[in-house]
C-alpha cells in the first residue's frame, strides 16, 4: 500500500465500539436493509451489497436512511418482529468480516420529500389524503416544525407535526434502537439534523415558526434531536452509540435558492456561528458522533456534489465545529482518500465517509490497501443511477417509477444493487465478436464480452478511443470524465483486448464472415434544423470543446441553441472557467429539463447561470443565424444579438451502421439518445446473452 | 364438491406451472435463447416491466409478512 493512504487504516472508536479503520461509508437512499419506501422487510439486495462491502473492508458501514415509520404502509419500524430474527444471523455473518455497522434511522423527509405528481395530488387534497393515508399518508410523510412551501411540489405546504406526533416518534427510535442492538447491530445513526430533512427544518430558525417547546431558541429547535438521543439511551442502554448525520451550514440562501462555492451571502439556514453552539449542545445530549457534510434541499449540490463543485468541498467547514466537540467526526462530499489521510494524520478530521465510490467499484478499499489504485474505476458524480431525483420549473418530482423503488443503483457498474440481474456469467461457447466504434458502449461492451470468456475487437474510425465521450469529458472540471476515459482505456489493456484504430466501418458485411456477431456502437451525430437560415454556420460541441475553440480568444459571446445539460455545462465553464459571455436560448420553461438527470446537478447548473448573470431566454428560439449575429426570438418580440458564434445545443440523434439481425445488435447512442447509464447498462442486457 | 375439487386441481396446476415457468425463465440458456426469439429490443423492454412488476408484487407481501408473530 502506498504510505499515503496509511492513516486512512487505523482504528478509531464511536463511544466504546472501535471502528477498525477511518473509512466510513455514507448512508446512500436505497442501500438500505430493511427495504427503501416500501413495507419494511429484511431486503436481501441491500444485505448483499452492505456485506460485500464490509468484506472489501469499510470500516463502518453505514445502510441507507430508514424511516422510522414506513411511508408505504406506515408500520412502525420496531414492529416487524420477523425482520430482526433475521437480522441477528446476519450481523453474526457481518461481524466476521470485523467491519461494523451502525443502521442510520430517519425522522421523515418534511418538506423535502420528494412527491410525484400523484403524491402531491393526495397531499393537496384532504379528502383524497385521508382515503389513501391506511396505504400512504402524504400529509404525514410530508409534515415538518411548521407549515412550509414543499421542495419539490408547487402550492403544496407542509403541515407541522403535533407535539404527541413528535414524541411518539421520540419513543419509536428509542424502541427500534433497543431491537436492533438485541440483534447485534453496533449503533445507529439519526438523520437527520442534515439536508434539509425533517429534523434539520426543526433546527433551522427560518423554517421552525413553532412556539411551543420545539421552536423558538436553538435549544428548543434541537429537542426533538435531543430527545431522540436520550429515548435510545433509555432504552438502549447508554452504552450504546449514536451518530447524527450532520450539516454544519446550510449554505442555502432561500427556497428553492442554493449558494455557489465561491459565493458571498446571507445564510438563509444554518450559519457557522450557529453551527458551533449546535454541535456542544448535540454532543452534550449524548450524540457519540458526528457525519458531517453541508447543504439542503434548497442547495442540494452541497450534500450530493456533481463534478461542478471541488473536491472536499465540505472539509473547512467541518473542521473548524471539530474545534467545538470532543466526539470524533467524519467529513462527506466528494472528499479525496489522499486529503482525508493527510487531515486524519495531523488530527483535524476522524473518518472520512465516502458513499458513491462505493457503488462504482466494488473493490476500491482493497484495490488501496493492495497499491492497485489506478486500477479504481472513478465516480463521475452523475447521479443517473444512484440518485436521479429530477425536477424542473412546475413539475413534481419526475423520477421513473422503477428508479423511485431503487435508488442506490450505479450508471457505470449494473451489478450494484442488482447483483442477480446483472452479472458476469462463462459463456459455453466463445464468440469472435466485432465491436464497431470505441465510445463508452463499445468499450464497456468489449469487457463484458471478454470478461464472459468471449474474443471481442473493437473498431474505432480514429485514432483515439472515447467517442463522442471525449468531448463531453473536455471541459475543464470534468476530471472524473477523463479519469474514467483513462480507466477504460487501462481496462482495455489490462484483459488485453485488441483495438484497430483509424478503420471505419460503414458496411458491416465486409467483416460479417470474419466474426460469429457484430456489436454496433457508433453513436449519435448532432441534430440538424435546417428550417432555421443560416443553421449551417453554427458550432458542434466537438468543434466547442474537443478542438479547444472554447479557449480563443476571438471566441468570446457564444450563444448556445438549447438549453440542455450540455449547453449549461458549457456555458458554465465558458462563464466561470474562460470568463467569456454565453447566452442560452430554450424553447421549454426551464434549463436542463430531463427526466433522469439529478436536481443536484440541475440546479446547481440553473442557479450557476443566476449568479454568473448568463442571460438565459426561455420559451424562445433563434430564426436565423448570420456572420457575427443571430435573430433570437422570444415571446416578446424578436431582436438581433451579435455574437461571436452559435453553438448548436438541440440534442444529437442515432447514427447506427447497418440493419440490425440475430447476430447483430446495437448499444449505446446509436439505439436511442441516452445517458451514460443507459449506454453502459444495454451493453450488459446485449452482451450478457451472447 | 366435484366441481370445487376440479377448481382446486386446477389452481394447483395453474400454480404448478408458473412455479416452473417462473423457474425456468430464471436460467441463463432460457434467458439467451428468449433474447433470440424476441430480439434484443422487445427482450430488454418485457425483462424490465417483468422486474418491475415483481417489486410491486412484493409490497403486500411484505406487508403482510410484518404482520406475522
Same mark, same amino acid.
Given at each position: 500500500?502506498?504510505?499515503?493512504?496509511?492513516?486512512?487504516?487505523?482504528?478509531?472508536?464511536?463511544?466504546?465500539?472501535?471502528?477498525?479503520?477511518?473509512?466510513?461509508?455514507?448512508?446512500?437512499?436505497?442501500?438500505?436493509?430493511?427495504?427503501?419506501?416500501?413495507?419494511?422487510?429484511?431486503?436481501?439486495?441491500?444485505?448483499?451489497?452492505?456485506?460485500?462491502?464490509?468484506?472489501?473492508?469499510?470500516?463502518?458501514?453505514?445502510?441507507?436512511?430508514?424511516?422510522?415509520?414506513?411511508? $408505504?404502509?406506515?408500520?412502525?419500524?420496531?414492529?416487524?418482529?420477523?425482520?430482526?430474527?433475521?437480522?441477528?444471523?446476519?450481523?453474526?455473518?457481518?461481524?466476521?468480516?470485523?467491519?461494523?455497522?451502525?443502521?442510520?434511522?430517519?425522522?421523515?423527509?418534511?418538506?423535502? $420529500?420528494?412527491?410525484?405528481?400523484?403524491?402531491?395530488?393526495?397531499?393537496?387534497?384532504?379528502?383524497?389524503?385521508?382515503?389513501?393515508?391506511?396505504?400512504?399518508?402524504?400529509?404525514?410523510?410530508?409534515?415538518?416544525?411548521?407549515?412550509?412551501?414543499?421542495?419539490?411540489?408547487?402550492?403544496?405546504?407542509?403541515?407541522?407535526?403535533?407535539?404527541?406526533?413528535?414524541?411518539? $416518534?421520540?419513543?419509536?427510535?428509542?424502541?427500534?434502537?433497543?431491537?436492533?442492538?438485541?440483534?447485534?447491530?453496533?449503533?445507529?445513526?439519526?438523520?437527520?439534523?442534515?439536508?434539509?430533512?425533517?429534523?434539520?427544518?426543526?433546527?433551522?430558525?427560518?423554517?421552525?415558526?413553532?412556539?411551543?417547546?420545539?421552536?423558538?431558541?436553538? %435549544?428548543?429547535?434541537?429537542?426533538?434531536?435531543?430527545?431522540?438521543?436520550?429515548?435510545?439511551?433509555?432504552?438502549?442502554?447508554?452504552?450504546?452509540?449514536?451518530?447524527?448525520?450532520?450539516?454544519?451550514?446550510?449554505?442555502?440562501?432561500?427556497?428553492?435558492?442554493?449558494?455557489?462555492?465561491?459565493?458571498?451571502?446571507?445564510?438563509?439556514?444554518?450559519?457557522?456561528?450557529?453551527?458551533?453552539?449546535?454541535?456542544?449542545?448535540?454532543?452534550?445530549?449524548?450524540?457519540?458522533?458526528?457525519?458531517?457534510?453541508?447543504?439542503?434541499?434548497?442547495?442540494?449540490?452541497?450534500?450530493?456534489?456533481?463534478?461542478?463543485?471541488?473536491?472536499?468541498?465540505?472539509?473547512?467547514?467541518?473542521?473548524?465545529?471539530?474545534?467545538?466537540?470532543?466526539?470524533?467526526?467524519?467529513?462527506?462530499?466528494?472528499?479525496?482518500?489522499?486529503?482525508?489521510?493527510?487531515? #486524519?494524520?495531523?488530527?483535524?478530521?476522524?473518518?472520512?465517509?465516502?458513499?458513491?465510490?462505493?457503488?462504482?467499484?466494488?473493490?476500491?478499499?482493497?484495490?488501496?490497501?493492495?497499491?492497485? %489504485?489506478?486500477?479504481?474505476?472513478?465516480?463521475?458524480?452523475?447521479?443517473?443511477?444512484?440518485?436521479?431525483?429530477?425536477?424542473?420549473?412546475?413539475?413534481?418530482?419526475?423520477?421513473?417509477?422503477?428508479?423511485?423503488?431503487?435508488?442506490?443503483?450505479?450508471?457505470?457498474?449494473?451489478?450494484? $444493487?442488482?447483483?442477480?440481474?446483472?452479472?458476469?456469467?462463462?459463456?459455453?461457447?466463445?464468440?469472435?465478436?466485432?465491436?464497431?466504434?470505441?465510445?463508452?458502449?463499445?468499450?464497456?461492451?468489449?469487457?463484458?464480452?471478454?470478461?464472459?470468456?468471449?474474443?471481442?475487437?473493437?473498431?474505432?474510425?480514429?485514432?483515439?478511443?472515447?467517442?463522442?465521450?471525449?468531448?463531453?469529458?473536455?471541459?475543464?472540471?470534468?476530471?472524473?470524465?477523463?479519469?474514467?476515459?483513462?480507466?477504460?482505456?487501462?481496462?482495455?489493456?489490462?484483459?488485453?483486448?485488441?483495438?484497430?484504430?483509424?478503420?471505419?466501418?460503414?458496411?458491416?458485411?465486409?467483416?460479417?464472415?470474419?466474426?460469429?456477431?457484430?456489436?454496433?456502437?457508433?453513436?449519435?451525430?448532432?441534430?440538424?434544423?435546417?428550417?432555421?437560415?443560416?443553421?449551417?454556420?453554427?458550432?458542434?460541441?466537438?468543434?466547442?470543446?474537443?478542438?479547444?475553440?472554447?479557449?480563443?480568444?476571438?471566441?468570446?459571446?457564444?450563444?448556445?441553441?438549447?438549453?440542455?445539460?450540455?449547453?449549461?455545462?458549457?456555458?458554465?465553464?465558458?462563464?466561470?472557467?474562460?470568463?467569456?459571455?454565453?447566452?442560452?436560448?430554450?424553447?421549454?420553461?426551464?434549463?436542463?429539463?430531463?427526466?433522469?438527470?439529478?436536481?443536484?446537478?440541475?440546479?446547481?447548473?440553473?442557479?450557476?447561470?443566476?449568479?454568473?448573470?448568463?442571460?438565459?431566454?426561455?420559451?424562445?428560439?433563434?430564426?436565423? #443565424?448570420?456572420?457575427?449575429?443571430?435573430?433570437?426570438?422570444?415571446?416578446?418580440?424578436?431582436?438581433?444579438?451579435?455574437?461571436?458564434?452559435?453553438?448548436?445545443?438541440?440534442?444529437?440523434?442515432?447514427?447506427?451502421?447497418?440493419?440490425?439481425?440475430?447476430?447483430?445488435?446495437?448499444?449505446?447512442?446509436?439505439?436511442?439518445?441516452?445517458?451514460?447509464?443507459?449506454?453502459?447498462?444495454?451493453?450488459?442486457?446485449?452482451?450478457?446473452?451472447? | 364438491?366435484?366441481?370445487?375439487?376440479?377448481?382446486?386441481?386446477?389452481?394447483?396446476?395453474?400454480?404448478?406451472?408458473?412455479?416452473?415457468?417462473?423457474?425456468?425463465?430464471?436460467?441463463?440458456?432460457?434467458?439467451?435463447?428468449?433474447?433470440?426469439?424476441?430480439?434484443?429490443?422487445?427482450?430488454?423492454?418485457?425483462?424490465?416491466?417483468?422486474?418491475?412488476?415483481?417489486?410491486?408484487?412484493?409490497?403486500?407481501?411484505?406487508?403482510?409478512?410484518?404482520?406475522?408473530?
Amino acid at each position: 500500500m502506498n504510505p499515503k493512504y496509511e492513516p486512512l487504516f487505523t482504528p478509531f472508536k464511536i463511544g466504546e465500539v472501535e471502528i477498525p479503520n477511518r473509512i466510513v461509508q455514507c448512508s446512500m437512499g436505497g442501500t438500505t436493509l430493511f427495504g427503501w419506501l416500501e413495507p419494511s422487510h429484511f431486503d436481501l439486495e441491500g444485505a448483499d451489497f452492505l456485506l460485500k462491502r464490509a468484506k472489501d473492508g469499510v470500516g463502518l458501514v453505514l445502510p441507507g436512511m430508514q424511516v422510522i415509520r414506513d411511508t $408505504m404502509g406506515r408500520k412502525w419500524l420496531d414492529s416487524n418482529r420477523q425482520m430482526y430474527r433475521v437480522l441477528k444471523p446476519y450481523m453474526d455473518e457481518y461481524h466476521k468480516t470485523g467491519g461494523k455497522l451502525f443502521i442510520q434511522l430517519a425522522g421523515g423527509f418534511g418538506r423535502s $420529500m420528494a412527491v410525484t405528481p400523484w403524491m402531491a395530488a393526495l397531499g393537496r387534497n384532504d379528502l383524497l389524503n385521508k382515503l389513501a393515508s391506511p396505504i400512504v399518508d402524504v400529509q404525514y410523510a410530508c409534515a415538518s416544525a411548521s407549515a412550509t412551501p414543499n421542495r419539490w411540489a408547487d402550492n403544496l405546504t407542509s403541515r407541522p407535526f403535533t407535539v404527541e406526533e413528535i414524541q411518539e $416518534m421520540v419513543w419509536h427510535f428509542g424502541a427500534t434502537a433497543k431491537k436492533l442492538r438485541e440483534a447485534g447491530v453496533d449503533g445507529v445513526e439519526i438523520h437527520a439534523v442534515h439536508e434539509g430533512y425533517n429534523l434539520d427544518q426543526f433546527a433551522i430558525a427560518n423554517m421552525n415558526f413553532r412556539t411551543d417547546q420545539y421552536g423558538g431558541s436553538l %435549544e428548543n429547535r434541537l429537542r426533538f434531536a435531543t430527545e431522540i438521543v436520550q429515548s435510545i439511551h433509555e432504552q438502549a442502554g447508554d452504552d450504546f452509540p449514536v451518530s447524527l448525520r450532520y450539516s454544519v451550514r446550510s449554505c442555502t440562501k432561500g427556497w428553492r435558492k442554493g449558494a455557489m462555492p465561491y459565493e458571498e451571502f446571507e445564510e438563509f439556514g444554518r450559519d457557522l456561528a450557529e453551527s458551533e453552539k449546535a454541535v456542544k449542545i448535540l454532543q452534550d445530549a449524548g450524540y457519540a458522533f458526528l457525519n458531517c457534510d453541508n447543504g439542503t434541499y434548497d442547495a442540494w449540490y452541497w450534500a450530493h456534489p456533481p463534478q461542478y463543485m471541488p473536491d472536499n468541498c465540505n472539509l473547512a467547514d467541518v473542521e473548524h465545529i471539530r474545534k467545538f466537540i470532543d466526539i470524533p467526526v467524519a467529513c462527506a462530499g466528494r472528499m479525496d482518500p489522499v486529503k482525508a489521510a493527510e487531515e #486524519i494524520a495531523a488530527g483535524r478530521l476522524d473518518a472520512v465517509a465516502i458513499a458513491r465510490q462505493n457503488l462504482v467499484d466494488e473493490h476500491w478499499v482493497t484495490k488501496i490497501k493492495e497499491g492497485r %489504485e489506478d486500477e479504481i474505476r472513478p465516480c463521475i458524480r452523475c447521479h443517473n443511477g444512484c440518485f436521479n431525483f429530477s425536477k424542473a420549473a412546475g413539475t413534481e418530482n419526475m423520477q421513473s417509477l422503477g428508479d423511485s423503488l431503487h435508488l442506490g443503483r450505479c450508471a457505470l457498474n449494473p451489478p450494484t $444493487m442488482q447483483h442477480n440481474r446483472y452479472k458476469i456469467v462463462p459463456t459455453k461457447n466463445p464468440k469472435k465478436v466485432a465491436i464497431i466504434g470505441g465510445g463508452v458502449g463499445g468499450m464497456e461492451s468489449a469487457l463484458v464480452l471478454k470478461k464472459r470468456g468471449h474474443n471481442p475487437v473493437i473498431f474505432e474510425k480514429t485514432g483515439e478511443l472515447g467517442g463522442l465521450f471525449l468531448t463531453a469529458s473536455a471541459m475543464t472540471f470534468k476530471e472524473n470524465d477523463k479519469d474514467l476515459l483513462r480507466w477504460y482505456k487501462d481496462e482495455l489493456k489490462r484483459y488485453n483486448i485488441e483495438v484497430r484504430f483509424n478503420t471505419e466501418v460503414n458496411d458491416l458485411g465486409t467483416i460479417r464472415r470474419q466474426f460469429d456477431d457484430i456489436i454496433v456502437a457508433t453513436g449519435s451525430v448532432p441534430r440538424s434544423m435546417p428550417q432555421i437560415k443560416g443553421f449551417e454556420k453554427t458550432m458542434n460541441f466537438t468543434e466547442l470543446l474537443k478542438d479547444g475553440k472554447i479557449a480563443d480568444e476571438n471566441l468570446k459571446t457564444v450563444v448556445f441553441l438549447g438549453g440542455g445539460q450540455s449547453s449549461c455545462e458549457a456555458a458554465y465553464d465558458m462563464v466561470y472557467n474562460f470568463k467569456k459571455n454565453p447566452i442560452i436560448v430554450e424553447y421549454g420553461n426551464d434549463l436542463v429539463a430531463a427526466q433522469a438527470t439529478c436536481l443536484a446537478n440541475t440546479s446547481f447548473l440553473r442557479d450557476a447561470m443566476e449568479y454568473h448573470k448568463v442571460p438565459v431566454y426561455l420559451h424562445s428560439t433563434i430564426t436565423e #443565424i448570420g456572420d457575427g449575429y443571430c435573430m433570437i426570438k422570444t415571446p416578446d418580440g424578436t431582436f438581433k444579438q451579435e455574437c461571436d458564434a452559435v453553438v448548436n445545443g438541440i440534442g444529437f440523434v442515432p447514427a447506427p451502421v447497418g440493419e440490425k439481425s440475430a447476430h447483430v445488435h446495437r448499444v449505446g447512442d446509436c439505439v436511442a439518445i441516452g445517458n451514460l447509464r443507459t449506454v453502459v447498462w444495454r451493453a450488459w442486457d446485449v452482451c450478457m446473452r451472447i | 364438491m366435484k366441481k370445487a375439487a376440479k377448481k382446486l386441481l386446477f389452481l394447483v396446476c395453474f400454480g404448478g406451472f408458473a412455479y416452473l415457468a417462473g423457474k425456468l425463465v430464471q436460467k441463463d440458456e432460457v434467458k439467451q435463447k428468449l433474447f433470440q426469439l424476441m430480439g434484443e429490443d422487445a427482450y430488454i423492454a418485457v425483462q424490465d416491466k417483468v422486474y418491475l412488476l415483481g417489486d410491486l408484487l412484493m409490497w403486500p407481501v411484505d406487508f403482510v409478512r410484518a404482520l406475522l408473530p
